[in-house]
């Protein structure tokens, strides 16, 4: 019924999973450099942003025939913040990491959420979702009053990400 197609060995992956791997040591090796790099991601994608708002807004304007002043105050805010994050890599890193931080709580308030959804289909399951849940908002508070933890947990998870899809090209080149 099913027929086995033989395909030949993925040099592309191969090589695509050895420079992931590659860059997630290296990412492990040089954390700043990581945080550096991953500030000037996040300051070019703002003013991408604002720029894009800026079109939208003309958009809006001309479809819709709506007010944009809105638009335009983010737009010009998502610029002037972009242009801060480049000039002030610091500051960009700050930013991102207090931003991680608030995340890392308001996903785990949802999580603790989610567990009434579990209670009626696994009463454990919940438990441990709840109890979980509240040491990731305990860790959530740890990580938005030390912002240093927090850079080095993203450059972590970056570095660990990196390897995991490089593992995971090399083992489909095979």
Not at 92 to 102: H, K, P, Q, T
Request: glycine share 8%.
């Amino acid at each position: 019924m099913f027929t086995e197609q033989k395909r030949g060995f993925d040099w592309f992956s191969l090589i695509v999973g050895i420079l992931f791997i590659l860059a997630g040591l290296a990412s492990f090796m040089h954390p700043d450099k990581t945080l550096h790099f991953l500030t000037i991601l996040v300051g070019i994608a703002f003013i991408l942003r604002g720029i894009y708002e800026l079109w939208f807004r003309q958009f809006v304007n001309r479809t819709l025939n709506e007010s944009t002043g809105w638009i335009i105050f983010t737009a010009i805010l998502d610029i002037i913040l972009g242009i801060l994050v480049l000039v002030y890599p610091g500051l960009g890193a700050l930013y991102i990491a207090i931003l991680f931080a608030i995340w890392f709580i308001i996903d785990s308030i949802m999580e603790i959420k989610a567990a009434k959804l579990f209670k009626s289909f696994h009463r454990g399951y919940a438990t441990w979702l709840v109890i979980l849940g509240v040491i990731s908002i305990i860790m959530g508070i740890i990580l938005l009053f030390s912002p240093m933890l927090s850079a080095m947990t993203i450059v972590c998870l970056i570095s660990v990400m990196l390897m995991v899809f490089g593992i995971m090209h090399v083992i489909q080149a095979f």
